[in-house]
């Protein structure tokens, strides 16, 4: 795929085909408008999905108003406790097309409930998407692989091996549970991509006719490096987050967002006597501080209407120590501050 943005979109259309034909009628002839109550769809994700599944529900002629976001609980993975309820009542006034689950959210790095959402989706027929464009590499770290449990149940999966991976852009996979669902794009034509052809054709999965070859990169990666070097440094920025998330437990300085599931730390540094809006301000500063050497990156998201600094770690080799002297050049800006 061109990427996780494009993956999700395809995702997306792909569910609410498999919704129409259920219908009885084909979605890539009649549209939307096949629909008795088009208004109606739903497709659900939390509340801090990426930003693509707007787009996709925009360039799908859904609008956002089909978007509907789940709550979250206090480490901002969908909420268990209340999900199964909020479902019966969203059936009241709506048709739930697809659930998403994000595996590793942009913010937080949060893994959704998978297997509990797969269930619910199993019940009532509603397709399950895995958004793991960031996550779902740590699928392959085998401690943290228990984390994505019910991703066999999926019925798509999106993952960007252009992130952790280092391959090149674009480079992005999209899984489907069971490869007929790709038979919902194809779209053939007598001079190419043609009906009776029987060699592997990636045009008839997913729109573009012109593409890389984006697969020789990857595997190369993966042969080149071996399976055991690619966990290694995908462990290795999850151990280090992991460690400082423990670090910054106990500290009294920084105020920490949430335990990490993947390879993000959200915090905010404290300064005696700062409360609300210049809380929310000393955190731009500290981030512009920080980013104007150019040594160090750090970037920033809105937690709950709270601005906090944000850690994520990619790169196989980033370790504990590094991420440390990140705190320690904050905690260095905040004395600069105080005197
Ligand atoms: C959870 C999630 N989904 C989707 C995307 C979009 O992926 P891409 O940048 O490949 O379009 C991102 C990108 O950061 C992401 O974090």
Known sequence: MYSGTYGNQQALYMALHRHAERQGFDLAQKGIGGFTHPQR????????????????????????????????????????????????????????????????????????????????????????????????????????????????????????????????????????????????????????NRAEDVEPNPGLKSPPSTRPLSALPLTAILRGQGL?????????????????????????????????????LCFRMRLAGLTGEALDDLQRHLYERLMAPGKRSISMTNLAGKRVLRLVTVSPYTTFTDLMETVGELRRLIREIRE
Request: with cysteine; proline share 5%; hydrophobic share 45%.
């Open 41 to 192: 769809l739903a497709i659900l994700a939390a509340e801090g999905a990426h930003f693509s599944l707007k787009h996709a529900v925009r360039m799908l002629g859904l609008g956002e108003q089909s978007l509907i976001s789940l709550p979250v609980d206090a480490q901002w993975r969908i909420d268990k406790e209340v999900l199964p309820t909020i479902i019966q009542e969203l059936r009241r006034k709506h048709d739930i097309v697809c659930m998403v689950a994000t595996a590793g959210t942009t913010s937080t790095g949060a893994i959704d409930p998978i297997a509990l959402m797969a269930e619910l989706c199993a019940e009532s027929g509603v397709w399950l998407h895995v958004d793991g464009a960031y996550g779902y590499a740590y699928k392959l770290v085998p401690e943290w692989s228990p984390r994505f449990a019910g991703d066999d149940l999926a019925d798509s999966i999106i993952w960007d091996a252009h992130k952790q991976l280092g391959a090149p852009i674009p480079n992005s996979i999209l899984f489907v549970r069971q490869r007929t669902e790709f038979g919902r794009m194809a779209l053939y034509s007598p001079y190419f």
């Open 228 to 264: 055991r070097q690619v966990i290694e440094g995908l462990r290795t920025p999850l151990v280090a987050i992991k460690t400082l998330a423990d670090y910054l437990h106990d500290v009294a300085d920084i105020e920490l967002f949430h335990q990490p599931d993947t390879g993000i």
